[in-house]
């Protein structure tokens, strides 16, 4: 079975600009979460989407928002990009909500200038 | 208020010696309880997990855990610590918020040769 994959692996924007980082959730997983991990904190969670459907959110502005597809794809959009948003970007998905774990990407390296 | 803590920041052992790493979580219903493990700049992977039944659970690269309800607790341990055991450990308590209830702080394993 795949794992979780996330594109890209590293990025470099400017402050005001927008992004978006994308999501291939593992085979057979309907939920993908996205965390938030700044240099030497834990990963902090931005929101969940459950069959396409946001299914909880974390303390994040409105800018920071998220799609999933029906092939439980997943992406995740940063609007008006602030210096603090340089961070370690986690995608995490599971099979119904995270009752079973969540399998992990190896994340997205976002540095805004 | 729900949360999780993880006492320790940074824990150094000796290869060969044994390991625990500390968590505890404050929920209001039966968690559900995770260990992952974080090589730098990686993403997690999941280490072990704890719904229901023997309070004593077996994961992967011979780590263990146990639930003690009485002391809110979900201790990681290993017998014997190898150098590739160096990595960040995170605790995460899940249940019915789906994802809300974010990872603790983490704890940093050194092993000294």
């Known amino acids: 079975e795949t794992g979780v994959t996330q594109s890209p692996t590293h990025l470099i924007k400017t402050r005001g600009q927008q992004v978006t980082l994308r999501c291939s959730s593992q085979?057979?997983?309907?939920?993908v979460s996205w965390y938030q991990q700044a240099l030497g904190q834990g990963p902090q969670f931005i929101f969940q989407?459950?069959?396409?459907?946001?299914?909880g959110r974390g303390n994040f502005p409105p800018r920071f928002s998220g799609l999933q597809f029906p092939n439980y794809s997943s992406e995740l959009n940063v609007n008006a990009l602030e210096l603090d948003d340089s961070a370690l970007y986690l995608c995490?998905?599971?099979?119904?909500?995270?009752?079973?774990?969540?399998?992990f990407g190896s994340g997205t390296r976002l540095t805004v200038v | 208020a729900q949360s999780v803590t993880q006492p320790d920041i940074h824990i150094t052992v000796s290869e060969g010696a044994s390991l625990e790493l500390r968590c505890n979580y404050s929920?209001?219903?039966?968690?559900?309880l995770f260990w992952y493990v974080q090589s730098p700049g990686q993403g997690l992977q999941l280490l072990l997990k704890?719904?229901?039944?023997?309070?004593l659970v077996q994961g992967i690269k011979g780590f263990e855990a146990e639930f003690k309800r009485s002391q809110s607790s979900f201790n990681l341990r290993k017998p014997s610590v190898h150098w590739s055991d160096a990595a960040e450990y995170f605790c995460?308590?899940?249940?019915?918020?789906?994802?809300?209830?974010?990872f603790g702080q983490g704890t940093i394993l050194t092993v000294h040769p």
């Open positions: 704890y719904f229901s039944g023997d309070t």
């Open positions: 995460y308590v899940g249940g019915t918020s789906y994802g809300k209830l974010t």
């Open positions: 989407y459950y069959r396409e459907e946001e299914n």
């Open positions: 929920y209001g219903a039966t968690p559900y």
């Open positions: 085979s057979g997983h309907n939920t």
């Open positions: 995490a998905s599971s099979l119904e909500r995270e009752i079973y774990g969540y399998t």
